[in-house]
């Protein structure tokens, strides 16, 4: 709280009529002195015609916000605040994998984990947390796709951060539970310590850093339409690809965890899971080779239209 009231950042905020509507507005002012430029935070049982998602196509009012003030960041919250979005003062935005890699890489820089700690993320999330942890020493456990996963590691002990992709987060100390707010309050800290401390940095600027050393991860999540019927068979295929290659690579393992999770011999994965309420095929795609990250969804799409 102290570096936060020092740095005194500029701050937007959409609590898109959710949940968190009052209570965070009431955090930013009356706990940490800021006068922050709210957006949506009156009841509204339709959310304003739209998902509250603060996914980045959401989050556009945003973004003008926070360049057209120029402020610092824009902080964002789903409807039962258990999620959060994040746009940086470049207007950049900020993805629940890189967020989750940001406060990762700050705790360890700021000496703010033990020798014991882990970090636990769902297979569908980023593996630049698992370079991070490397790094220091630290393993990264993988679990499958849900939060129960995580928090279930939480209990244990020892877990610094747990995080998904889909903007879950919670880190050791707090409730095992995913927390928006708590994952907006950290990026606030993480922004308020780069302009103290780092020259006015803003958050993608550190990002860049973490990426200088760890390698740029471009990563995708894309929903492909299929037949009911054909969802098994899809996931077969993955899951049976152990000696097969993809667009000119070889497959190095195959994780069935939750779905079929296919690495590649330099480290590039697709994960093939299908949705349980719906007619579609989830694949999360990630590669530091930009080129063969295009070529790893092209490749994805064409296999799955051909089963």
Same mark, same amino acid.
């Given at each position: 709280? @102290? ?7 500029? !701050?937007?905020?959409? +609590?898109?009529?959710? %949940?968190?509507?009052?209570?965070? *507005?009431?955090?930013? &002012? ?21 998902? #509250?998602? *603060? ?20 902080? %964002? ?18 993805? *629940? ?15 703010? $984990?033990?020798?014991?700690?882990? %970090? !636990? ?5 980023? $593996? ?35 995080? =998904? ?12 539970? &995913? ?9 606030? =800290? ?14 993608? @600027? ?6 200088? &050393? ?11 339409? !299929?037949? #009911? ?22 497959? &190095?393992?195959?994780? +069935? +965890? @939750? ?17 349980? +309420?719906? #007619? ?8 530091? @080779? ?7 969804? %092209? ?9």
């Amino acid at each position: 709280m @102290d570096i936060i009231k020092k740095a005194a950042p500029g !701050v937007a905020l959409d +609590t898109m009529n959710g %949940a968190g509507s009052i209570i965070m *507005p009431e955090i930013l &002012k009356s706990c940490l002195n800021l006068k922050p430029v709210v957006f949506n935070n009156f009841r509204d049982v339709l959310f304003g015609g739209k998902l #509250p998602d *603060p996914s980045e196509k959401n989050l556009e009012n945003l973004c003008e916000a926070v360049i057209s003030k120029k402020l610092d960041l824009g902080l %964002a919250l789903d409807g039962d605040a258990d999620r959060f979005g994040a746009i940086d003062g470049r207007g950049t935005y900020i993805s *629940p994998n890189n967020a989750i890699a940001l406060i990762l890489h700050y705790f360890i820089e700021r000496n703010r $984990h033990s020798s014991t700690d882990i %970090a !636990v993320r769902t297979v569908a999330t980023t $593996h630049l947390i698992d370079s991070i942890c490397a790094s220091a020493c630290m393993e990264a456990v993988e679990t499958p796709v849900g939060f129960k996963y995580i928090a279930k590691k939480m209990l244990e002990g020892n877990v610094l951060i747990g995080g =998904e992709e889909s903007g879950g987060l919670s880190i050791k100390g707090h409730i095992p539970e &995913k927390d928006g707010l708590l994952a907006n309050l950290l990026l606030l =800290e993480i922004q308020s310590y780069l302009k103290i401390e780092k020259n006015s940095m803003y958050l993608s @600027d550190y990002l860049g850093q973490i990426y200088k &050393k760890h390698g740029s991860y471009y990563n995708v999540r894309l929903d492909i339409e !299929v037949e #009911p019927d054909k969802k098994n068979r899809i996931i077969d295929y993955f899951r049976n690809l152990s000696k097969g290659e993809i667009s000119g690579k070889k497959v &190095k393992k195959v994780i +069935t +965890t @939750d779905g079929g999770k296919v690495l590649m011999e330099d480290g590039s994965w697709v994960l093939v899971r299908a949705s349980g +309420t719906e #007619p579609l095929i989830r694949c999360y795609i990630e590669s530091t @080779d930009k080129k063969y990250f295009q070529n790893l969804q %092209a490749a994805t799409r064409k296999i799955i239209s051909g089963i």
